[in-house]
């Protein structure tokens, strides 16, 4: 379907779903329907109809344009994890710290870390693309799009998504890195989402990945017990029966930047022997400042985007969580009225993986995931940042 085509039946569709709640048209008012002798009868033989009619009538013609529009459904899950554990009892001996402190506050038991000489976050990514085209039976040639959210890229430049596609040998895709913390993989998914719903794509993959371990301090105590290595993806491909990416509220505020960042490295203090003596490559995180941000953060957005879609939690099959602690998470699903049952974590094994963490719970939850399965996802983390997005499953 061509753009405008497509262009215009939205415009239909969102006329007629408003004319729902409008008054209903005497026959006088049928302004538009008057240049024509079709306007005409057509205007006549519809305000003959009582409004009840009427009704049944537009909502009849709303739902089976809306019905459609064409979506972005993940038809296939890919995930990564490094063979290394690093747990709370190899903390305990790095740093004064203990495994109760660490389960109790945080809910993690251990992380993956990805080791070796020359192993980058492109590495946690080849995996994830090798596995989504096994899965889905296609070759790396037929993926239009890569996007990899990340804060921890290969290098500056080029993007690591870049790099990815040299790897996998996806020759004709485009693609491109993006920084949103731990809210990355919903920014890229809902970015990528739009991609398929123009109509200009048809197969574009969306990664989250971080090799946090090359930006974790392990001297510092309160940043690494919490994070580690990992990458998940998904496949989107266009869909017209309802399924896929269906809504997103995203949100941002700079200013929470002083909380949560990495001081150098950047354009701002580029790197120099100071600043790597003052360990200014680290993460910097003010944990309780974060904290209170992320649960109001989490909880608002999620709930805020369950009203707009005018669901409760009996509506959400699955909460998928950025897993940045326990207690967060509780208090998202707690605001968002869900039993513990609807909520997946995984923390304990993986720890925080930044971008990672949403699409590694879809690929550990894959096989509980059943058609027409609500599942709200919903992440904050550096910048500030985050977001929740609706997504209805499709297979
Ligand atoms: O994903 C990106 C977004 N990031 C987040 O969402 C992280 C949000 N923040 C958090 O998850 C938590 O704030 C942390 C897990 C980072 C810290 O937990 P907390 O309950 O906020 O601890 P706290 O910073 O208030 O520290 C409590 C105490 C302090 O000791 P005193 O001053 O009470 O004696 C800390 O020094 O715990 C101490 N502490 C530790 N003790 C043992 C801090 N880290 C540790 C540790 N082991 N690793």
């Known amino acids: 379907m061509s753009g405008e085509l497509r262009q215009a039946c939205f415009d239909t569709a969102w006329l007629v779903r408003n004319l729902r709640s ?23 033989a519809f305000g003959y109809f009582s409004p009840p009619l009427q009704k049944t009538f537009l909502n009849l013609i709303g739902n089976f344009i809306m019905s459609k529009k064409t979506t972005a459904a993940i038809t296939t899950i890919g995930g990564y994890v490094p063979e290394d554990r690093l ?94 913390a731990c809210s990355g993989f919903l920014y890229a998914l ?68 002083t909380h949560l960042h990495m001081k150098a490295g950047g354009s701002l203090r580029p790197s120099t022997m100071e600043t790597v003596a003052a360990k200014e490559h680290y993460i910097y995180q003010e944990g309780q400042a974060v904290f209170k941000f992320a649960v109001k953060g989490m909880a608002d957005v999620s709930a805020e985007l369950m009203e707009r879609n005018k669901l409760t939690g009996d509506d959400i099959s699955w909460l998928v969580p950025h897993q940045a602690n326990k207690r967060i998470i509780d208090a998202t699903a707690h605001r ?9 974590i995984n923390i304990q094994r993986y720890g925080n993986t930044t971008a990672g963490t949403i699409p590694l719970c879809l690929w550990d939850w894959e096989d509980k995931l059943k058609k027409g399965d609500n599942l709200v996802l919903a992440a904050f983390g550096g910048g500030f940042t985050w977001g929740a997005t609706l997504v209805k499953w499709g297979h």
């Open 190 to 257: 809902t970015s990528g989402a739009m991609y398929i719903e123009s109509g200009r794509f048809k197969k574009v993959v969306v990664i989250g990945a971080d090799k946090m371990s090359s930006i974790v301090d392990y001297t510092d105590r309160t940043t690494c017990i919490i994070f580690g290595d990992g990458a998940g993806g998904v496949l989107l491909e266009p869909n017209t029966d309802g399924y896929g990416v269906l809504d997103s509220i995203l949100r941002s505020d700079g200013s929470g930047r």
């Open 87 to 180: 747990t709370n009892a190899d903390l305990e001996k790095m740093v004064d710290t203990n495994d109760e402190w660490i389960r109790t506050r945080t809910g993690i038991e251990e992380r993956r870390i990805l080791r070796g000489e020359g192993k980058a976050t492109s590495d946690l990514c080849v995996p994830v693309m090798e596995e989504i085209c096994r899965k889905r039976g296609i070759s790396p040639l037929e993926i239009d799009c890569v996007i990899v959210a990340t804060v921890t890229p290969d290098m500056l430049f080029p993007s690591t998504a870049n790099i990815v596609c040299d790897k996998v040998g996806a020759k004709n895709a485009w693609g491109f890195d993006m920084s949103a």
């Open 22 to 44: 409008a008054r209903f048209w005497p026959l006088n008012r049928v302004r538009p329907c008057r240049h024509s002798p079709v306007g005409w009868i057509g205007g006549a």
């Open 336 to 344: 968002m009225g869900l039993s513990e049952e609807k909520v997946m």
